[in-house]
């Protein structure tokens, strides 16, 4: 069945000034190089399609930090800022685009109380983490080396983006987790390019541009003949 596609949500007047006016020139930009040169507008989509937006943390959010027992960890060239609490049995958390290991935080405090210890982290690029770009391959590789560096898990835990995160490590990586928690999982990843597209109104020829040219960039790490269905 296909999708109903949704208008640009970033119209509404629920966003800020900036955030209308950057959608509105992005979308003008994509809309001039995508007709006269769109495999050079497919990279520039990549780009922008890998940088995650970072916003203030809530009140809430930084307080649950302060309760943490948080660090900085060297993983895979990267600093990574890490929040445990509690003690027992480890569960890890995922988080979504844009998010931070601390919107996690009301889980956090119910898994405390129960028992259990609970591990968040902040993606590369993401919160206090080192980075302005990242993918998801390598955020996965963040999450595999972190959850073997606990061992065995009770659970991860993936929201959104994290958990197609926590899908990947599971079925690539096989990590040591008893149970996987899902919420609002993506299942096409086809889907989130084409809704990334529309929401900068790039056509087709430029998404696909876009999917081109990350087979390219990643064909070392996945095999060249993989294909975005593979993720």
């Not at 660090?71 to 003690?87: C, D, F, H, K, T």
């Not at 972190?146 to 065995?152: Q, R, V």
């Not at 990590?175 to 087709?204: H, N």
């Given at each position: 069945?296909?999708?109903?596609?949704?208008?640009?949500?970033f119209?509404?007047?629920?966003?800020?000034?900036?955030?209308?006016?950057?959608?509105?020139?992005?979308?003008?930009?994509?809309?001039?190089?995508?007709?006269?040169?769109?495999?050079?507008?497919?990279?520039?989509?990549?780009?922008?399609?890998?940088?995650?937006?970072?916003?203030?943390?809530?009140?809430?959010?930084?307080?649950?930090?302060?309760?943490?027992?948080?660090?900085?960890?060297?993983?895979?060239?990267?600093?990574?800022?890490?929040?445990?609490?509690?003690?027992?049995?480890?569960?890890?958390?995922?988080?979504?685009?844009?998010?931070?290991?601390?919107?996690?935080?009301?889980?956090?405090?119910?898994?405390?109380?129960?028992?259990?210890?609970?591990?968040?982290?902040?993606?590369?690029?993401?919160?206090?983490?080192?980075?302005?770009?990242?993918?998801?391959?390598?955020?996965?590789?963040?999450?595999?080396?972190?959850?073997e560096?606990?061992?065995?898990?009770?659970?991860?835990?993936?929201?959104?983006?994290?958990?197609?995160?926590?899908?990947?490590?599971?079925?690539?990586?096989?990590?040591?987790?008893?149970?996987?928690?899902?919420?609002?999982?993506?299942?096409?990843i086809?889907?989130v390019?084409?809704?990334?597209?529309?929401?900068?109104?790039?056509?087709?020829?430029?998404?696909?541009?876009?999917?081109?040219?990350?087979?390219?960039?990643?064909?070392?790490?996945?095999?060249?003949?993989?294909?975005?269905?593979?993720?």
């Amino acid at each position: 069945m296909k999708r109903k596609q949704a208008g640009n949500p970033f119209n509404s007047h629920k966003f800020p000034l900036r955030v209308r006016l950057f959608f509105a020139t992005m979308r003008k930009l994509f809309g001039i190089l995508g007709s006269v040169a769109p495999k050079l507008a497919g990279k520039l989509a990549l780009r922008l399609f890998m940088t995650p937006p970072r916003f203030p943390a809530p009140r809430r959010e930084r307080l649950a930090v302060q309760n943490s027992h948080h660090q900085l960890q060297q993983i895979n060239g990267q600093q990574i800022a890490v929040y445990r609490w509690g003690e027992g049995e480890p569960i890890l958390f995922s988080h979504g685009w844009g998010g931070r290991g601390s919107h996690f935080h009301a889980l956090v405090e119910v898994l405390v109380e129960a028992g259990y210890q609970a591990v968040s982290f902040d993606a590369p690029a993401h919160g206090q983490s080192s980075g302005k770009r990242t993918n998801m391959l390598e955020v996965t590789n963040t999450l595999v080396t972190l959850a073997e560096s606990l061992g065995p898990l009770k659970a991860v835990v993936g929201h959104s983006f994290g958990s197609g995160i926590a899908l990947l490590a599971m079925s690539r990586f096989q990590i040591a987790a008893e149970k996987l928690i899902l919420f609002s999982c993506f299942d096409d990843i086809y889907w989130v390019t084409d809704q990334f597209g529309e929401a900068f109104g790039m056509s087709p020829e430029v998404i696909g541009a876009m999917r081109h040219e990350a087979q390219r960039r990643y064909a070392k790490q996945l095999g060249s003949a993989w294909q975005w269905r593979d993720l």
